[in-house]
C-alpha cells in the first residue's frame, strides 16, 4: 500500500513554473507570462505587458523574476523551472558565461531571488512545452497565441 505524504513531504514537494517574454518588434514591447502549479496541481498566472521596451532576452528574464515573485508571495519552498530561452538556462546555470553587461541587474536578481528557495532547478524546454506562458505573454500584448509548433521529427495525424 503506498503511503501518503506527510505535511513535511508536501512542503518538499517542488512548484513548477514555466516563464516567457516577448519582444515586439524585437526590441519593442515587452510582454511576460508565467505559470505556476502548486504540487496540489493548483495554477496561477501572470500576464503583463511591462511599461519600458526592450529585446526578447529582456523579457524573458522579465518574466522569471514575475513568476519566482509570484511564487515566493505563495510560499513556495521548493520550485522547478522551465523555460524556453536558451540564453536564462545558460546565465543562470552552473557554468555560466559572463553576463551581457544590458541584463547584468535582471539575471543578478533573478539569482537572488533563486536562493531564496530551500531547493530548485532550472531547465530548458523546447518551445513547444511552454506554450501556455508563450500565450500569457503574447496576450499581454494584443497578439494571438502562435500556432502549435510540431517538434523536429514528428507529423501532424491527418483527419
Known amino acids: 500500500m503506498p503511503r501518503r505524504a506527510s505535511v513535511v513531504d508536501r512542503e518538499a514537494l517542488p512548484w513548477r ?9 524585437n526590441p519593442g514591447r515587452m510582454g511576460i507570462g508565467a505559470v505556476l502549479v502548486a504540487p496540489d496541481g ?5 500576464s503583463e505587458k511591462l511599461a519600458d ?3 526578447n532576452n529582456e523579457a524573458e528574464v522579465q518574466a522569471l523574476v514575475a513568476g ?4 515566493r508571495s505563495l510560499g513556495a519552498q521548493a520550485l522547478a523551472v522551465h523555460t524556453d530561452s536558451d540564453l536564462i538556462a545558460k546565465q543562470l546555470g552552473a557554468q555560466a558565461p559572463p553576463d551581457p553587461v544590458r541584463l547584468q541587474p535582471l539575471l543578478a536578481q533573478a539569482r537572488t531571488l533563486l536562493g531564496t528557495f530551500t531547493s530548485h532547478t532550472l531547465g530548458w524546454v523546447p518551445r513547444h512545452r ?6 500569457l505573454a503574447r496576450a499581454a ?3 494571438a497565441p502562435k500556432p502549435t509548433a ?3 521529427g514528428r507529423r501532424q495525424l491527418k483527419r
Not at 17 to 25: E, F, I, K, N, R
Not at 42 to 46: F, L
Not at 130 to 135: H, I, K, L, R, V
Open 17 to 25: 513554473l514555466h516563464c516567457d517574454g516577448s519582444a515586439v518588434p
Open 42 to 46: 493548483t495554477r496561477h498566472t501572470v
Open 53 to 55: 521596451a526592450g529585446c
Open 68 to 71: 519566482l515573485l509570484l511564487a
Open 130 to 135: 511552454n506554450q501556455e506562458a508563450d500565450t
Open 141 to 143: 500584448l494584443g497578439m
Open 150 to 152: 510540431w517538434p523536429k
